[in-house]
């Protein structure tokens, strides 16, 4: 039940989701869906441990709802400057 509740709110894009950047190599990983920031916040550690030791440096992370179009966006695959999400209505 939980994964259909989450695959709903990912459709909408109200899933949330870790986005991690690099500066070395130019990338953006998105890890997700989750049902709620504090599910996305465990998951984080994790997810920056992996990367870290795949070399990469300059991590910036963050949590929010988004609705990702790849979930890896790099320099070398030619897709950074598309950027990597599908637009969202903002509540805010």
């Not at 300059?58 to 709802?65: A, D, E, N, P, T």
Request: with cysteine.
């Amino acid at each position: 039940m939980k994964e259909l509740l989450i695959s709903l709110l990912n459709f909408f894009g109200l899933a949330w989701w870790v986005e991690v950047k690099t500066s070395a190599p130019r990338c953006i990983y998105y890890f997700g869906p989750f049902l709620t920031s504090q599910e996305a916040e465990a998951a984080k550690a994790g997810y920056i441990e992996d990367i870290e030791n795949e070399g990469a440096e300059g991590l910036s992370v963050s949590i929010h709802r988004c609705k990702p179009i790849s979930l890896t966006v790099a320099d070398d695959l030619g897709k950074l400057g598309e950027g990597g999400l599908w637009p969202v209505l903002s509540s805010q």
